[in-house]
């Protein structure tokens, strides 16, 4: 069995909206020509014929009339359009005009060689509605200077009397079509035995149309029975949509990418829901921004190509006017990593954000425009997640001095703050020693060392650390390994941070960029699902030899690429002898 994978069929709200019936509907109703009720008045009763004429929104007709032969059907009082052309259906030539009519709507908005809806179309109404239907569906056709237009069938005005549309039209009944104004282009990624092809369509649609793709030539390509057909047209930039049509194995094996939308401090509840790409390995897309209003993004499109590793962006939003609490403005590439080094949670007693002074003494303050900023005993913290250092509390883009993307904790950036200050709107900031200022929001900094008493401590810091004489950390005495678990015999603070004491009597370092309470998940062996190259460098640019599939590697240890780089969060790498191969589960699995 075949599927349409959900999730990638609108670039700018990944959506699908159900509804009965292979047609388009109006961008203005989604009500069903099925339900419509329109009564027959008592003075066109016993009427013989009628004409359908398809016209625009001002009432232009669009296309050539279609007479109705209604034989021995009797117009009687209470009948409706519906319930009229119902029983043409049954009498005589049993031709469907409302299918007709759906048929037209389709076909009518395609917009190149490549047609969406042809032959597919044609037989299903020939094989369900009969070859009379479908001749009078081909017989409906565009006059000629409104070609290469698009329209779609309305039902919203189809709700009136039919005595009130007969009499008044001299026994025409005019039928309601909406003109789109967006060509968009449709592409059917299709997987046949492990091998990829696209196919691309041209077709006219309007925003927040829902068109139905089951007897479309897309669905024809697999010759499958999908079962998810419904494509939501929204608001993209460049009007591409993409559609997959698969094997359930082949869906299960595609790669995911994922988009975190991040809303200022005090109005996470706006942030729109976390969004999952589906995709393979020679995939690409462009994912518009939900428009939020009052708020602006850092990245109006965000681009996905899947032949590279990057797999998590984010996507972060700023008040549009007034001073703005959050992180967004600048694209940084490399965006975030899944992977979280150790499982490590911060479990300080303390709220980052709500940390009293502890200067002794010192009441020295300086004034910004608007803001007061209280020096403070210098302390350390480190970025939780993608953030800016900023020239004023008042954060704006142009104040902007540097960004941060979100790294894990061994990379994570550290800031020495020397005050504490309110921007003009009361949000929380912290002046560092350069003089530049960040959040202090703990949702995006925290402390920099652990201030719980623990039994034992787990090394995450790839390059391990050393335990030394005293709690200056002076006399370096050994080293300790990443993975290796120590024995604490108590806490200890050294001008505000924190030491431990070992069992042993020794001194370690509380940062939390170099051991964990929690003990992390340690992998000690990999089995290549593909062929894997050894590098001799954690970024991967020098390669030194290569595992064939199959193979089994030692693993020693973690770690994450670009550690020295502020702008990209890096991916996870695992130590092996002679070098680091990659962690991505595409191409190693843990072995046991």
Request: with cysteine; net charge positive.
């Given at each position: 069995?075949?599927?349409?994978?959900?999730?990638?069929?609108?670039?700018?709200?990944?959506?699908?909206?159900?509804?009965?019936?292979?047609?388009?509907?109006?961008?203005?109703?989604?009500?069903?020509?099925?339900?419509?009720?329109?009564?027959?008045?008592?003075?066109?009763?016993?009427?013989?014929?009628?004409?359908?004429?398809?016209?625009?929104?001002?009432?232009?007709?669009?296309?050539?009339?279609?007479?109705?032969?209604?034989?021995?059907?009797?117009?009687?009082?209470?009948?409706?359009?519906?319930?009229?052309?119902?029983?043409?259906?049954?009498?005589?030539?049993?031709?469907?005009?409302?299918?007709?009519?759906?048929?037209?709507?389709?076909?009518?908005?395609n917009s190149g060689e490549a047609e969406l809806y042809a032959g597919v179309l044609n037989d299903h109404v020939k094989d369900k509605y009969g070859e009379n239907?479908?001749?009078?569906?081909?017989?409906?056709?565009?006059?000629?200077?409104?070609?290469?237009?698009?329209?779609?069938?309305?039902?919203?005005?189809?709700?009136?009397?039919?005595?009130?549309?007969?009499?008044?039209?001299?026994?025409?009944?005019?039928?309601?079509?909406?003109?789109?104004?967006?060509?968009?282009?449709?592409?059917?990624?299709?997987?046949?035995?492990?091998?990829?092809?696209?196919?691309?369509?041209?077709?006219?649609?309007?925003?927040?149309?829902?068109?139905?793709?089951?007897?479309?030539?897309?669905n024809n390509e697999m010759n499958s029975s999908l079962s998810n057909t419904k494509l939501k047209i929204g608001s993209s930039s460049n009007h591409e949509y993409?559609?997959?049509?698969?094997?359930?194995?082949?869906?299960?094996?595609?790669?995911?990418?994922?988009?975190?939308?991040?809303?200022?401090?005090?109005?996470?509840?706006?942030?729109?829901?976390?969004?999952?790409?589906?995709?393979?390995?020679?995939?690409?897309?462009?994912?518009?921004?939900?428009?939020?209003?009052?708020?602006?993004?850092?990245?109006?499109?965000?681009?996905?190509?899947?032949?590279?590793?990057?797999?998590?962006?984010?996507?972060?939003?700023?008040?549009?006017?007034?001073?703005?609490?959050?992180?967004?403005?600048?694209?940084?590439?490399?965006?975030?990593?899944?992977?979280?080094?150790?499982?490590?949670?911060?479990?300080?007693?303390?709220?980052?954000?709500?940390?009293?002074?502890?200067?002794?003494?010192?009441?020295?303050?300086?004034?910004?425009?608007?803001?007061?900023?209280?020096?403070?005993?210098?302390?350390?913290?480190?970025?939780?997640?993608?953030?800016?250092?900023?020239?004023?509390?008042?954060?704006?883009?142009?104040?902007?001095?540097?960004?941060?993307?979100?790294?894990?904790?061994a990379h994570a950036p550290v800031f020495t703050v020397v005050g504490k200050t309110t921007a003009s709107n009361g949000a929380a900031r912290y002046k560092l020693?350069?003089?530049?200022?960040?959040?202090?929001?703990?949702?995006?900094?925290?402390?920099?060392?652990?201030?719980?008493?623990?039994?034992?401590?787990?090394?995450?810091?790839?390059?391990?650390?050393?335990?030394?004489?005293?709690?200056?950390?002076?006399?370096?005495?050994?080293?300790?390994?990443?993975?290796?678990?120590?024995?604490?015999?108590?806490?200890?603070?050294?001008?505000?941070?924190?030491?431990?004491?070992?069992?042993?009597?020794?001194?370690?370092?509380?940062?939390?960029?170099?051991?964990?309470?929690?003990?992390?998940?340690?992998?000690?062996?990999?089995?290549?699902?593909?062929?894997?190259?050894?590098?001799?460098?954690?970024?991967?640019?020098?390669?030194?030899?290569?595992?064939?599939?199959?193979?089994?590697?030692?693993?020693?240890?973690?770690?994450?690429?670009?550690?020295?780089?502020?702008?990209?969060?890096?991916?996870?790498?695992?130590?092996?002898?002679?070098?680091?191969?990659?962690?991505?589960?595409?191409?190693?699995?843990?072995?046991?």
């Amino acid at each position: 069995m075949k599927k349409w994978v959900k999730g990638i069929l609108a670039l700018s709200i990944i959506a699908g909206i159900g509804f009965g019936g292979n047609y388009l509907w109006s961008k203005t109703n989604h009500s069903r020509l099925d339900d419509s009720s329109i009564e027959a008045d008592a003075d066109v009763e016993g009427a013989s014929s009628l004409t359908l004429q398809p016209v625009d929104e001002n009432g232009k007709d669009i296309t050539n009339p279609i007479p109705v032969v209604l034989g021995n059907v009797k117009i009687e009082s209470g009948d409706t359009y519906k319930s009229v052309l119902d029983k043409v259906s049954s009498d005589g030539e049993q031709i469907n005009y409302l299918e007709a009519l759906k048929h037209f709507s389709l076909v009518n908005n395609n917009s190149g060689e490549a047609e969406l809806y042809a032959g597919v179309l044609n037989d299903h109404v020939k094989d369900k509605y009969g070859e009379n239907t479908l001749n009078v569906a081909k017989g409906i056709t565009l006059i000629e200077n409104l070609k290469g237009n698009g329209y779609t069938l309305n039902s919203d005005a189809l709700n009136l009397k039919l005595g009130d549309q007969i009499t008044e039209n001299n026994g025409v009944l005019k039928v309601p079509f909406t003109k789109n104004d967006i060509k968009a282009k449709i592409t059917a990624h299709i997987e046949v035995q492990g091998t990829y092809h696209t196919q691309s369509y041209d077709y006219w649609v309007s925003k927040d149309q829902v068109i139905d793709l089951e007897y479309s030539q897309a669905n024809n390509e697999m010759n499958s029975s999908l079962s998810n057909t419904k494509l939501k047209i929204g608001s993209s930039s460049n009007h591409e949509y993409d559609v997959f049509n698969m094997s359930e194995d082949a869906l299960e094996k595609l790669e995911k990418a994922t988009i975190e939308y991040i809303m200022p401090e005090g109005h996470e509840s706006k942030a729109p829901d976390k969004l999952e790409v589906p995709g393979y390995p020679k995939f690409q897309c462009k994912i518009d921004s939900p428009v939020i209003e009052g708020y602006v993004t850092d990245q109006k499109i965000v681009e996905i190509d899947f032949k590279k590793e990057q797999r998590d962006f984010q996507v972060v939003y700023t008040e549009e006017k007034g001073d703005n609490t959050g992180t967004g403005g600048e694209t940084v590439t490399g965006g975030g990593s899944s992977d979280v080094d150790s499982g490590d949670k911060d479990t300080d007693t303390n709220v980052d954000n709500d940390e009293k002074s502890t200067n002794t003494g010192n009441n020295n303050t300086t004034t910004n425009t608007n803001n007061v900023t209280k020096s403070v005993t210098p302390f350390k913290v480190y970025g939780k997640q993608k953030l800016y250092r900023y020239s004023h509390a008042n954060f704006t883009n142009k104040r902007r001095v540097q960004a941060h993307a979100k790294k894990v904790k061994a990379h994570a950036p550290v800031f020495t703050v020397v005050g504490k200050t309110t921007a003009s709107n009361g949000a929380a900031r912290y002046k560092l020693s350069d003089g530049t200022h960040i959040t202090a929001s703990s949702k995006y900094v925290g402390k920099l060392y652990w201030n719980g008493s623990y039994k034992k401590l787990h090394v995450t810091n790839p390059k391990g650390i050393n335990t030394y004489k005293t709690n200056a950390l002076s006399g370096k005495v050994k080293h300790v390994k990443q993975g290796s678990t120590v024995a604490v015999k108590q806490i200890s603070k050294k001008n505000g941070m924190t030491r431990y004491q070992l069992a042993n009597g020794k001194y370690i370092s509380g940062s939390k960029k170099l051991v964990s309470p929690t003990k992390p998940k340690q992998v000690k062996k990999v089995k290549a699902k593909t062929t894997v190259r050894l590098y001799k460098d954690v970024d991967l640019k020098k390669v030194v030899k290569t595992y064939k599939k199959g193979s089994v590697i030692n693993v020693k240890g973690w770690d994450h690429s670009h550690g020295n780089v502020h702008h990209v969060s890096g991916y996870k790498r695992y130590k092996v002898a002679g070098g680091y191969i990659t962690a991505n589960s595409k191409y190693v699995k843990i072995a046991q």
